[in-house]
């Protein structure tokens, strides 16, 4: 299983882009504005979108993708989400104002995106590989991913305050390989990042703290005007770990 890292930052500029991950060729984990990064070609393989929650940040090039490919496929993509961010999508992006319905383009019975709800420690299996859905805490409904393969496993935390029972969960992966974690903000934000529901440097260390298993840490979502001090601070208090910062472009070997 291979893991292309299309966006892994919290904002825009120079090289950055917001979070997305493309498993193999068909599944995309989150649609940022790293998909804009794909030929028609690449975009065209996608059968199935997993969304972590609703922010613009994470969902962004979702309308965009289905408008550009889905008249050369020959099924609907499929976007996994909690029914509460599928809800969000209907109201405010798929509802003919700010973008057309999609589940109803062409026709009802011939759509090119169709919408599967998602409950937490829920398991979709995708060919020889499986997506289990994890608790995330964050400002809205959301998700993380457990991402199995034969060869082994990797986990997005997508956006999450602390959150003991993700560790519970992550903790029970036998094979994890990678451990994709997002630390949003500078410890002098720590008061914006406890109520936007993020984590920052201090607390990262803290949560790292509760890991049991030995997975190579990755640190997503970093503000790109704060990218220097927060590298800076996860060295200094991210503990046993030596967690880096992932970079859009790698390519992850599950």
Partial sequence: MKVRVLGCSGGIGARARTTSFLVDSDILLDAGTGVEDLTVEELAAIDHVFLTHSHLDHICALPLLVDSVGGLRKKPITVHALPETIDALRTHIFNWVIWPDFTEIPHYDRPWMKFEPLSIDQTVHVGTRSVRSLAATHTVPALAFHVHSRNGSFVFSGDTGPNDEFWRQ?????????????????????DLATTARHLYPIQLGEELAKLRREPQVLITHLKPSDRVTIEREIEAWAGRFSPRVLERGEVLEV
């Fill in 170 to 190: 992550v903790n029970g992966v036998e094979d994890l390989r990678f451990l994709i974690i997002e630390t949003a903000f500078a410890n002098r934000d720590q």
